[in-house]
């Protein structure tokens, strides 16, 4: 009977050696995101909704442009040449689209594994550092082009100062979360939200 008890006794700690191993096995957790999934597809809906309602000022432009152009002498056909204004709208507002998305894609990527903390507002939906940068250099730009019928409103140094100082400002909003790290890490947080700013450029 004793000795039964002590097989039992030593068969304990090799059990729990097991399933220590069974869960190191186990795949890591993902990343938990900063800023919910359903923020960014609103984000980007939005700025869709905005560059297609500057659709109008964009075809002025190139209307303009190719009228201030040598080639408006090979277009002797008014249809045609509307149409060629078109279809180039249309495919630029189709590349801004891709170019959108995988700028936001970046600014995901970032929020999940660069810095992570969440911001709440009156209790509501968390928002992560990078979707508060990527939110205002994109949406307010976009909303500026449409009120005021500016079609390139980026080529404006007035454009540059302003997404630095978001990429500036937005870490504040965060300051209790990075307030007591090293500054190496303070510094990769700067950083990260100037370049993601400076990179609004193309979105």
Not at 30 to 44: G, I, Q
Not at 82 to 103: K, P, S, T
Request: hydrophobic residues 55%.
């Amino acid at each position: 009977m004793n000795a039964k008890v002590q097989e039992v006794d030593l068969g304990l700690p090799r059990m729990e050696r097991i399933r220590g191993r069974a869960r190191s096995d186990e795949p890591a957790a993902p990343p938990v995101e900063a800023t919910p999934r359903r923020w960014w597809v609103l984000l980007y809906v939005l700025s869709i909704a905005l560059v297609a309602a500057s659709a109008p000022t964009l075809r002025s432009e190139v209307q303009q442009r190719l009228a201030e152009s040598a080639a408006r002498d090979k277009v002797t056909d008014p249809g045609l040449a509307d149409l060629a204004v078109n279809i180039g709208v249309l495919v630029a507002v189709l590349i801004f689209m891709l170019v959108l998305a995988l700028y936001l894609s970046l600014a995901a990527t970032m929020d999940r594994h660069i810095f992570r903390p969440r911001l709440r507002v009156n209790g509501h939906s968390p928002f992560g550092l990078f979707f508060v940068v990527a939110a205002c250099c994109t949406v307010p730009v976009h909303a500026v082009s449409t009120t005021l019928a500016i079609a390139a409103p980026k080529d404006t140094p007035l454009f540059f100062a302003y997404v630095i100082a978001v990429g500036l400002a937005a870490p504040w909003l965060f300051r209790k979360h990075w307030i007591d790290i090293p500054r190496s890490k303070k510094a990769i947080v700067f950083s990260s939200s100037v370049l993601l700013a400076a990179a609004s450029y193309v979105a």
